[in-house]
């Protein structure tokens, strides 16, 4: 089955740098990778996906790019602000007849120190 | 904000008792999930469907069970609670698109961080 790796597991950075995190999946039928932020105390959610035919997405301060031969996904954070301190999932998603099956990644918990 | 509810948002409850976690949507969608997340962070899918009638088991053994009588409802029970249960509990949905269709996300509920003593 499907397996998804994510680095680093934990990330510091100062206020107004930059933030990497690296996925890695294993399963080449995926065709879809949502990353997701999980803020203490709710659930995760959405902030930017990409899909098998697209190389790169950005939104706002927000990247992903996708590098289906390597079957590698980062997500880039420019300009990281105090809010931005949460933990983050990426997904690796292969279709079926009934919709998506979603392995996530085992997360990364992101600290931007003022 | 997505539309997709979970009761209670917490609970804490002593040992042998029977507990039943709501999870509700209104989107309509076809395929709904549990997942367990302990505070190591990482999302154990525990239960899925595909719709009514449906109910699989994830990748991780839960002593849990579910039921999925209407689309927009996917409740999880556990009969007799012990604390190695204690932890918090995510529901999802997303839509089914039939094939090799469009892919979508999947959205969470708020979860509910369970506590047994």
């Known amino acids: 089955g499907e397996n998804v790796e994510q680095h680093p597991s934990t990330l510091s950075v100062q206020e107004g740098d930059s933030a990497v995190i690296k996925c890695t999946y294993s399963?080449?039928?995926?065709?879809?990778s949502p990353w997701y932020k999980q803020e203490l105390g709710k659930g995760p959610q959405l902030i930017i996906d990409?899909?098998?035919?697209?190389g790169e997405k950005k939104d706002q301060r927000i990247a992903v790019t996708l590098n289906k031969t390597a079957k590698h996904f980062s997500l880039h954070i420019t300009e990281t602000q105090p809010e931005d301190s949460a933990v983050y999932f990426c997904?690796?998603?292969?279709?079926?007849?009934?919709?998506?099956?979603?392995?996530f990644g085992p997360g990364t918990r992101l600290s931007v120190l003022p | 904000e997505a539309d997709i509810y979970q009761t209670p948002r917490y609970l804490v409850i002593g040992t042998g008792k029977k507990i039943t976690l709501e999870c509700s949507q209104t989107m309509g969608h076809d395929k709904m999930y549990w997942y367990q997340q302990d505070p190591g962070m990482e999302l154990h899918l525990i239960h899925y469907s595909y719709g009514v009638n449906s109910t699989e088991k994830g990748d991780l053994s839960s002593e849990s069970t579910v039921s999925r009588i209407r689309t927009e409802h996917f409740p999880l029970t556990l009969e007799s609670a012990r604390p190695s249960h204690t932890s918090q509990y995510l529901c999802?949905?997303?839509?089914?698109?039939?094939?090799?269709?469009?892919?979508?996300?999947?959205?969470f509920g708020q979860g509910t961080r369970l506590t047994v003593v």
């Open positions: 999802a949905s997303s839509p089914s698109v039939g094939g090799l269709g469009l892919n979508t996300e999947a959205f």
């Open positions: 990409i899909r098998s035919n697209v």
């Open positions: 399963d080449s039928a995926s065709n879809y």
């Open positions: 997904a690796a998603s292969t279709p079926d007849n009934y919709g998506q099956n979603f392995v």
